[in-house]
């Protein structure tokens, strides 16, 4: 079992910066994929970015790609996401996911997930 607690979400400009962190707890954090994902009102919740086990490899989403960066410590059993050159369209519900083996892209195949963070981004 992993339990996920999402923080650092908030209110930022276009243009800014937030990172949010997820803390798990329980004894798998270092042998689950972790995933960030988002949903806006109205619309399905989408893939942002995973890591691997090891922090060795990780995606992006294109609407992301070099503004967003995902990190994981296994010493402090925390994922990150740091969000750079934040835009309007980045608004959204953050969530946090687990799953075991191989990075995927798809909601359905993380076990595990956070209550989610909100991000508001203003132009």
């Known amino acids: 079992q992993v339990q996920l607690v999402e923080s650092g979400g908030g209110l930022a400009q276009a243009g800014g910066s937030l990172r949010l962190s997820c803390a798990a707890s329980g004894p798998t954090f270092s042998r689950a994929t972790m995933g960030w994902f988002r949903q806006a009102p109205g619309k399905e919740r989408e893939f942002v970015a995973a890591?691997?086990?090891?922090?060795?490899?990780?995606i992006q989403a294109d609407s992301v790609k070099g503004r967003f960066t995902i990190s994981r410590d296994n010493a402090k059993n925390t994922v990150y996401l740091q969000m750079n050159s934040l835009k309007p369209e980045d608004t959204a519900v953050y969530y946090c996911a687990a799953k075991s083996w191989a990075i995927m892209t798809t909601a359905r195949s993380y076990d595990y997930w956070g209550q989610g963070t909100q991000v508001t981004v203003s132009s």
């Open positions: 890591i691997s086990l090891s922090g060795g490899s990780s």
